[in-house]
C-alpha cells in the first residue's frame, strides 16, 4: 500500500519532526510503503524573531549571543530531516497545487501533532490540506490533536464535512475522542503518540552521543520550570550531578546549570539515552524518558494545571501507571523512588501493539476491533483533581474499604483497600462529583441579616446568623454539627448539643475540616432528633449523596467559599510558628473584627497569653489564602460557586453594601443569608434576626464565589512541589514571605486587569 503522509514535521521542534518520522517507520514496518508530503504553511525557521515587541528584541538578543551553536541547531535539523524522512520530491505550497497534482497514494494518511487545530493556522481555520481533502483518494487518521478543549462555534459543519470521508479515524487524547463524541455521536479509539510505536533500539540507532562524560540530570523545559525547580535542585543536592539543561527555555532553571543549544533530533535523542535523571515539562522530554528508562519527573503546563487529567502526558503516564511522576499533584513520588520499569514496560508494549493494530487495520481498510479494555477499575471514584474530600465515598463503604488518608499536598484523600472491596459500588454511587446535581434554575431569596446579641455578633465572622441557626436546632432538641480547632488545631467537624458549645464554632477557619465519622453520626442522631449541618457545599452535597435523601429533620447550611486551604499546610505553619516563636499557639482567630467587619484580624493567642494580631491579607497566610496559593486543586474547579445552591440556607458575608447601606450594622458585621429550599424558608420564618431582603444580583456583585471558582494560583504547584521535598521553614521563606510595602500597596490599588498586564511585561 502507498501511503500519503500530511503532518507536521518541517518545524525546528524535537517532537513534531520525530513524530513524523515515527509514523512514516511505523508504516513501513507495518509492510507498507510512506511518503511524507512536504507540505507545509506557517512555520518559520528563522532564527531571528520579527520585532513585535521587548521579548521578542531579548530574544534576538540572545541569539546574536550564541549565534553559532543556534546556527549549529538549525543545520542539524535540515540535515536530520533530509537524512531520515522519506519526504515527497516536490515541496507542495498550498492546496490548490496539491489539488491539481497527480499523486500517486493508496491512502492518505492524517498524522499526528495539532494538524486539526484551527487555532494555529494564520486564518484560524482548518487547514484542508490536513484532512487530505485535496483528493478523492481514501482517508485515514492516526493521532492528530485538536490541542483545544472545544471546536470553535460555527466550525462544527466544517469538520464534520471534512472528516465524513475518512474510512478510520483515531485521536491522540482522549479531548479528541470527546470533540468527535459531541461532533459525530461516535466513539473512536485513542492510540499513543507515534513517537512511542518505535522501541528504545530504533530510537538509540538514530541517537548521536551528546560527548558529556558521566551523569548528569537533564532538564528540558519548554514552558516556565518553577514546579520542577524543587526537584532539579533536591536531585542535584542529592546526587551531586550537575545539571544540563536542553533549550527549550533558554533562561537557566537552576544556576550552574550547563546550556545545550545547539542539539538537533539526533543529539536530543542522545542527550535522553545518556541522562541519569530526566526533569521536564514537554510531553515528548516525558515520552523519550520513558523509551529510555530513565527516571523522571514532569510537570503539568501552565495551561493544562487547571484540569490535568485532561492532559496528554496525564492521560500517557496513566495509562503506564506512571502518574507519581506528574509533579504537584498529592501523589507526586519522591526524588528517589523507584520506578518498576518492568511493568511499565509490559503496559507499554500492550499499548502498542494495540496502537499498531490500529494502524494496520486502518491501512489495510479492515475493520478495528479494540482488545478487550476490561472493565473500568472499582470502585470508581472522582479523579483526584476533582475530588473535594467530602469522604462519602469513604463514609458510605460497608466494609471500611476506603480510608481518607492524608496525601503529599496535605489533604485527606480516599484511599481503597482493595483486599476489603467488595465491588458493591456504593462508593461510586455517593460521589458527588461522579453524579453531580441538575440545578433547579430556582433564584434564592437573599438577606442581610445580623444576630441582635452584640456578642454573639463579635465573636462571628460576619453577622452571626449561623448561631441563630444552631440555637434554634438546640431549642428543637436537635443537635448542631459544625467545625471546631481541637487541642492541637487540627480542625474537625464536631457535635454541639448545648448553647455553651457553640462557641467552638463561630468564626470562619480557613483550612478544609475533618469530616470524621460525622457523616454516620447524623444518619444515628436523625433517627431520633433533628440535626443542623453547616460546613462547605461540597461537604453538605457529600452528606445529601451519602445519605441518599434530603431528611425532613435534617437543616444545612453551606457556606459561600472561597476555596478550602490545606490542612497539612496549616498544621505545618502552626508548627513553624511555634517553632519560632518558641512557645506554642493556643487559640486562633482568622476574622477577629479588631477595626470592625470590613477589615479582618488574624489572631493568634499564645499559650502564655500573649497575641500576634495584624490585619489578616497582610499575614503570610492571610495573604496566601488570598492568593489561593494551598486551596485544593478541586477547588478552581468548584461546581458549586453559583446561586444554584445545595444547602437549605446559605451563610456568606455580605461584601458590597454602599456605606450609607445598613451603616449602622456595617461595623458590626452582616451576614449574607441565601433561603435555598421551602425548608430553608420555614427555618427561617423562626429566626429573629435583624435582615433586610435585597436581590439576589446584588450578593453575587459583591461576592464573585456566588458567581464562578476562584481563579487558579500560578504559584501553585511550585509551593507543593517545594512543600512536598523541602523543610516548611524554607517553603515559608520561598513563598509566603510578604513582598515589600510598596509592592504590597501597589498591588491592591491596581485591577485585575493592570496586574496581569503588569505581569505580563515583567515576564517579557
Ligand atoms: C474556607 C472558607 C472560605 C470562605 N469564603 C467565603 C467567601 O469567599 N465569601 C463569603 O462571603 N464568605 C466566605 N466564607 C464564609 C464566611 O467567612 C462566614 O463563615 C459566613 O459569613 C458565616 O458567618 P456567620 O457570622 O454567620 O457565622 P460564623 O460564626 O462565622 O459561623 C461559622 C460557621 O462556619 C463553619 N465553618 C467555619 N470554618 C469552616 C470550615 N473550614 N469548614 C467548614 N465549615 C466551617 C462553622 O462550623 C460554623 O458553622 C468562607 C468560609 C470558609 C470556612
Known amino acids: 500500500m502507498k501511503t500519503g503522509l500530511v503532518t507536521f514535521y518541517h518545524i525546528h521542534h524535537y517532537g513534531a519532526c520525530l513524530q513524523a518520522l515515527a509514523t512514516e517507520r511505523a508504516v513501513e514496518a507495518l509492510g507498507h510503503e510512506c511518503e511524507i508530503l512536504d507540505y507545509y504553511v506557517n512555520q518559520d525557521n528563522a532564527l531571528f524573531r520579527r520585532p513585535t515587541g521587548p ?58 501533532d495539532q494538524i ?45 464535512s471534512y472528516l465524513a470521508p475518512f474510512s478510520h479515524i483515531a485521536v491522540r487524547e482522549t479531548q479528541g475522542q470527546t470533540i468527535l463524541r459531541e461532533l459525530t455521536g461516535q466513539t473512536v479509539p485513542v492510540v499513543l503518540d507515534p513517537t512511542l510505536l518505535l522501541r528504545r533500539e530504533d530510537w538509540s540507532a538514530i541517537a548521536q552521543d551528546p560527548g558529556l562524560s558521566g551523569g ?11 514546579a520542577l525547580v524543587p526537584y532539579i535542585e533536591t536531585l542535584a543536592r542529592e546526587t551531586g550531578l550537575p545539571v544540563v539543561q536542553l533549550c527549550g527555555i533558554r533562561r537557566p532553571v537552576v544556576p550552574g546549570a550547563r546550556l ?21 515539562n514537554s510531553f515528548h522530554g516525558t515520552v523519550f524518558s520513558v523509551q529510555f528508562g530513565k527516571p523522571f519527573f514532569t510537570a503539568a503546563a501552565p495551561s493544562e494545571r487547571k484540569a490535568p487529567e485532561l492532559s496528554r502526558t496525564y492521560s500517557l503516564l496513566s ?41 494496520r487495520c486502518a491501512l489495510e481498510n479492515q475493520p478495528y476491533q479494540p482488545e478487550e479494555g476490561g472493565k473500568p477499575p472499582v470502585p470508581q471514584l472522582a479523579e483526584r483533581s476533582r475530588c473535594t474530600g467530602c469522604g462519602a465515598c469513604a463514609a458510605v463503604c460497608p466494609r471500611d474499604a476506603i480510608v481518607m488518608r492524608r496525601d503529599r499536598e496535605g489533604f485527606d484523600v480516599p484511599v481503597v483497600d482493595h483486599e476489603k472491596c467488595i465491588q458493591c459500588g456504593r462508593c461510586s454511587a455517593a460521589c458527588p462529583i461522579l453524579h453531580p446535581r441538575t440545578p433547579d434554575g430556582v433564584l434564592p431569596a437573599a438577606y442581610a441579616a445580623w444576630v441582635k446579641d452584640d456578642a454573639v455578633r463579635l465573636a462571628s465572622t460576619s453577622g452571626g446568623v449561623f448561631t441563630a441557626l444552631a440555637e434554634d436546632t438546640l431549642r428543637s432538641g436537635g443537635v448542631v454539627f459544625g467545625a471546631a480547632f481541637d487541642d492541637a488545631l487540627h480542625l474537625r467537624h ?46 453538605v452535597d457529600g452528606l445529601y449523596r451519602f445519605l441518599g435523601s434530603r431528611p425532613e429533620n435534617l437543616t444545612t447550611c453551606d457556606l459561600v467559599c472561597h476555596g478550602v486551604p490545606s490542612p497539612g499546610v496549616w498544621e505545618s505553619f ?46 503570610e497566610y492571610g495573604r496566601a489564602f488570598g492568593r489561593s496559593l494551598f486551596l485544593r486543586e478541586s477547588c478552581f474547579r468548584c461546581p458549586y460557586s453559583s446561586l444554584s445552591r445545595v444547602g437549605d440556607l446559605t451563610l456568606g458575608d455580605f461584601w ?5 447601606e445598613l451603616a449602622e450594622q456595617q461595623e458590626k458585621g452582616v451576614s449574607l443569608l441565601l433561603i435555598n429550599t421551602p425548608h430553608g424558608s420555614h427555618v427561617f420564618d423562626r429566626l429573629s434576626i435583624g435582615c433586610k431582603q435585597y436581590p439576589a444580583e446584588r450578593a453575587v456583585a459583591g461576592n464573585p464565589r456566588l458567581a464562578s471558582p476562584t481563579a487558579y494560583c500560578p504559584e501553585r504547584a511550585a509551593f507543593f512541589a517545594a512543600y512536598a521535598l523541602e523543610p516548611f521553614s524554607q517553603v515559608r521563606k520561598k513563598f509566603l514571605t510578604l513582598p515589600p510595602y510598596l509592592v504590597r500597596a501597589a498591588s491592591q490599588a491596581l485591577t485585575p486587569e493592570l496586574k496581569a498586564r503588569v505581569k505580563k511585561l515583567l515576564r517579557r
Open 55 to 112: 521579548a521578542a528584541l531579548a530574544a534576538d538578543a540572545h541569539t546574536t549571543l550564541h549565534y553559532q551553536a543556534l546556527k549549529r541547531r538549525q543545520q542539524r535539523f535540515d540535515d536530520f530531516q533530509a537524512r531520515e524522512l522519506r519526504l515527497t520530491a516536490h515541496r507542495y505550497r498550498s492546496f490548490e497545487e496539491l489539488k491539481s497534482a497527480s499523486l500517486p497514494y493508496d491512502v492518505y494518511l492524517s498524522g499526528s
Open 116 to 160: 486539526w487545530n484551527p487555532t494555529i493556522f494564520p486564518d484560524h481555520r482548518f487547514d484542508p490540506v490536513f484532512f487530505s481533502a485535496f483528493t478523492a483518494g481514501r482517508k485515514i487518521a492516526y493521532a492528530p490533536s485538536f490541542g483545544v478543549p472545544r471546536i470553535p462555534d460555527g466550525m462544527e459543519d466544517e469538520l464534520r
Open 216 to 226: 548528569y540530570i537533564l532538564c528540558y523545559c519548554i514552558s516556565r520550570p518553577d
Open 260 to 280: 545545550v543549544l545547539d542539539a538537533g533530533p539526533a543529539e536530543f535523542l542522545g542527550l535522553f539515552r545518556g541522562a541519569s535523571f530526566v526533569c521536564t
Open 319 to 359: 495509562r503506564l501507571g506512571l502518574e507519581s511522576r506528574i509533579i504537584g499533584k498529592g501523589d507526586s513520588a519522591r526524588t528517589q523512588d523507584p520506578i518498576d520499569w518492568d511493568a511499565v514496560q509490559e503496559r507499554l508494549e500492550r499499548a502498542r501493539r494495540d496502537s499498531l493494530a490500529y494502524l
Open 494 to 539: 464536631t457535635a454541639a448539643f448545648r448553647a455553651e458549645d457553640l462557641a467552638k464554632f463561630r468564626g470562619a477557619k480557613y483550612v478544609q475540616s475533618d469530616l470524621g465519622s460525622t457523616f454516620r453520626e447524623i444518619r444515628e442522631v436523625l433517627k431520633t432528633r433533628p440535626v443542623l449541618f453547616s460546613g462547605t457545599p461540597c461537604q
Open 574 to 619: 502552626v508548627a513553624d510558628q511555634a517553632q519560632r516563636k518558641r512557645k506554642a499557639i493556643a487559640s486562633v482567630r482568622f476574622r477577629a473584627k479588631t477595626e470592625g467587619w470590613q477589615k479582618s484580624y488574624l489572631t493568634l493567642r499564645y499559650e502564655d497569653g500573649s497575641q500576634d494580631s495584624a490585619p489578616l491579607y497582610e499575614t
Open 656 to 660: 458590597g453594601l454602599r456605606p450609607e
